[in-house]
């Protein structure tokens, strides 16, 4: 029963839009996001794998859209850290002034809040996929093995991970 939970959460971050990631209505999907969890029972640390994946796709998505507008250059040097780093921090921000995260928090886990816990190891997936998705690019002379190959790697990786979490916690 908890299982088909986690594929709706799954398919609702799907159906949210990620180009302005940290817009009210993205904001307001990851609240419901976690006050659905909460009460079917599910761990927040679930629901964070996924927010840590929108920083990552959220930040490079930033990084893409400034150098294309730059005809392939960078604006800053570090340009990709930089717009990871700014993800990162407006996505804290909005959890924290939505009362999600903080100190009074009773969703924690090794002293910090679960959400931020499963961000932190979404992101770490996040990474590790576009990171398998080059490597498979480069064993097959620059090109993908099947349409859409790293977004599948990386939704697959994302659910596969809080997949193991809910089991593990």
């Known amino acids: 029963m908890k299982i088909s939970f986690i594929f709706l959460i799954f398919s609702l971050f799907l159906l949210v839009p990620s180009v302005f990631a940290h817009c009210p209505l993205c904001t307001a999907a990851t609240g419901a996001a976690v006050a659905v969890?909460?009460?079917?029972?599910?761990?927040?640390?679930?629901?964070?794998?996924?927010?840590?994946?929108?920083?990552?796709?959220?930040?490079?998505?930033?990084?893409?859209?400034?150098?294309?507008?730059?005809?392939?250059?960078?604006y800053l040097p570090f340009q990709s850290s930089i717009s990871l780093l700014v993800s990162f921090i407006l996505t804290i921000a909005?959890?924290?002034?939505?009362?999600?995260?903080?100190?009074?928090?009773?969703?924690?886990?090794?002293?910090?809040?679960?959400?931020?816990?499963?961000?932190?190891?979404?992101?770490?997936?996040?990474?590790a996929s576009f990171r398998s998705h080059d490597i498979l690019r480069t064993f097959n002379r620059n090109k993908n093995y099947f349409p859409y190959q790293s977004i599948f790697i990386f939704l697959v990786s994302l659910a596969a991970s809080s997949f193991i979490l809910y089991l593990v916690m």
């Not at 629901?47 to 250059?73: D, E, Q, S, Y």
């Open 37 to 74: 969890t909460r009460f079917y029972g599910l761990d927040d640390s679930v629901v964070g794998i996924f927010v840590g994946g929108m920083v990552v796709a959220t930040g490079l998505w930033i990084n893409n859209l400034l150098k294309k507008r730059n005809n392939g250059k960078e």
């Open 94 to 127: 909005t959890l924290y002034f939505a009362n999600l995260i903080g100190p009074n928090n009773q969703f924690k886990i090794f002293g910090i809040d679960k959400i931020l816990f499963g961000a932190l190891i979404g992101m770490i997936v996040s990474f």
